[in-house]
């Protein structure tokens, strides 16, 4: 395991089967800080977690913001999920290897959403 320290109280997060956030069922290993609720999963097969610990809040806002993002490369008009992170990279000011919606901040969430509601033009 990894040490991950939670954003929002400075802990470090648990390495957790992520069967104790789910009720039961597993979807493999997380990082989880209790107090906080904040968690966060791994890329599979590894302990590198996705992206930093979220809370309820920030995983709403990250939920969102895939909702809107995904079908932009999964329906076009880009066709690769790398092409659209360029795109949002570029939008957005930031890095590409910051550009990852598992690593946003509510506030790069709604940034983000701001951008792709206001249509992408290739
Ligand atoms: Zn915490």
Redesign the pocket.
Known sequence: MQKVI?P????VAKYVDSSVIYYGHSYGMAYL?R??N?YVGVHSGTDRPKGS?ANAELRGWRKATHARFDPLWQDGPFKKRNAAYRWLSEQMELPIEQTHIGMFTVEQCKAALEIINKGVSV
């Open positions: 939670c929002y109280c400075g802990r800080c107090p906080c904040a610990l």
